[in-house]
Structures are given as structure tokens and as C-alpha cells.
Antibody, heavy 118, light 107 residues
Framework: EVQLVESGGGLIQPGGSLRLSCAASGFTVSSDYMTWVRQAPGKGLEWVSAVHRNGDTFYADSVKGRFTISRDNSNNTLYLQMNGLRGGDTAVYYC????????????WGQGTLVTVSS | EIVMTQSPATLSVSPGERATLSCRASQSVRSNLAWYQQKPGQAPRLLIYGASTRATGIPARFSGSGSGTEFTLTISSLQSEDFAVYYCQQYNNWPLTFGGGTKVEIK
């Protein structure tokens, strides 16, 4: 059974850094295509970043240069390193796995809340 | 960036009635369009991909249509569990983009 469990969220001051984790089971992260999507409180979904199975990475303009997506094959985990955090980054962050055809997503984690505030 | 516009923002429907949700893309996304359902406190759930193909386990009352820039999600007879927010997402171009959502509420 495919499962995704995010962790690492919390309250962080503007300018700070945080690393989110997404522990996967039921499939191999390094052999698949993964993404991070966020949702600000009371707002819609916003795509953040993605990693291709070949290692290519993609970022939304709003986070490019500040966020880094990566994978750890040894513990089957996806990460999102977030630096230079801003108030606009406050959101629930979801990791998700790409479905079979195209960059759409069939399995999602439960999300982890990141709050950027002084 | 392709902008996805959903309408209406809120749709009030009685149980058993039909609901029609629209999604418009600022440029063609061919059939690379997905629909998701999200309930409060939950992650999104994939409903439709390829504009019209139901995902695994999705009831037949959900159907999608359209191509290019105009898309529709239809729920033929609303059940109590269908009251939720629905998002469209294009995956034809980077960056991936979502619509702003349509909330389907009980009338």
C-alpha cells in the first residue's frame, strides 16, 4: 500500500530555514516522480516543486533559489529544504506521487503546516 | 505561466441534483487536465485525468469533458459526500498550475 507521511513543519521566523520530510512506503521514491504542493490557510492549491525519476528538478518561480527538493534513497524519503522563508510561504505543504500518465498526482500525504511569523 | 480560471467560485446544489463546474485555461493545455476533490482537513483526491478519464475507484456519477482551453466537471446526482471543493490542474506546461477552486455547497 502506498503511503506518504510528511513531517518537519512548525513555526519559523521570517528569513529562517526549515526542512520538510516525506517518508514513503509501498514504492521507491528514487524510481518515481514526486512533488510538493502547498495550500495557504483558506486558499487554493499551489504547486511548489517536483523531481523527475532521472533527478531533474522543477520549481515554481515563487520559490526558485530559496527551496531545494531532494531524495534520500537509503530511507526512501523526499525532502524540501526551505531557506529565506517569508510570510507568503505560510501553508500546509503536501507531498504527492505522480500518477501514471502526466504530471498529475494520485497519492498524497496528510500535509504538514509551516507558519512563518515573528 | 498558464492561468487556470474556475467558475463559479461557489455552487449551491441540492442533494440529487446535477452540478456543472467549469475550468478555463489561458492557453491550450490539450487534454492534459486533471480534477481533484478536497474536503476540509484532507488532502486532495484525484478524480479525473486526461480531461475525461476517471481515476481508480471514482464513481461513474463524476464525468469530465473538454479539451484545449475549456473543461467541465459534471456530477450527475450529488450525494452528501460530494460536497467539497474541486480544483482543476493543468499538466501540459511547466509550471504546473491549479485553478482557484469551486466550492460545492448544500443548497
Amino acid at each position: 500500500e502506498v503511503q506518504l507521511v510528511e513531517s518537519g513543519g512548525g513555526l519559523i521566523q521570517p528569513g529562517g530555514s526549515l526542512r520538510l520530510s516525506c517518508a514513503a512506503s509501498g514504492f521507491t521514491v528514487s524510481s518515481d516522480y514526486m512533488t510538493w504542493v502547498r495550500q495557504a490557510p483558506g486558499k487554493g492549491l499551489e504547486w511548489v516543486s517536483a523531481v523527475h525519476r532521472n533527478g531533474d528538478t522543477f520549481y515554481a518561480d515563487s520559490v526558485k533559489g530559496r527551496f531545494t527538493i531532494s531524495r534520500d534513497n537509503s530511507n526512501n524519503t523526499l525532502y524540501l529544504q526551505m531557506n529565506g522563508l517569508r510570510g507568503g510561504d505560510t501553508a500546509v505543504y503536501y507531498c504527492a506521487r505522480k500518477a501514471g500518465s502526466g504530471w498529475l498526482f494520485d497519492y498524497w500525504g496528510q500535509g504538514t503546516l509551516v507558519t512563518v511569523s515573528s | 505561466e498558464i492561468v487556470m480560471t474556475q467558475s463559479p467560485a461557489t455552487l449551491s446544489v441540492s442533494p440529487g441534483e446535477r452540478a456543472t463546474l467549469s475550468c478555463r485555461a489561458s492557453q491550450s493545455v490539450r487534454s492534459n487536465l486533471a480534477w481533484y476533490q478536497q474536503k476540509p482537513g484532507q488532502a486532495p483526491r484525484l478524480l479525473i485525468y486526461g480531461a475525461s478519464t476517471r481515476a481508480t475507484g471514482i464513481p461513474a456519477r463524476f464525468s469530465g469533458s473538454g479539451s484545449g482551453t475549456e473543461f467541465t466537471l459534471t456530477i450527475s446526482s450529488l450525494q452528501s459526500e460530494d460536497f467539497a471543493v474541486y480544483y482543476c490542474q493543468q499538466y501540459n506546461n511547466w509550471p504546473l498550475t491549479f485553478g482557484g477552486g469551486t466550492k460545492v455547497e448544500i443548497k
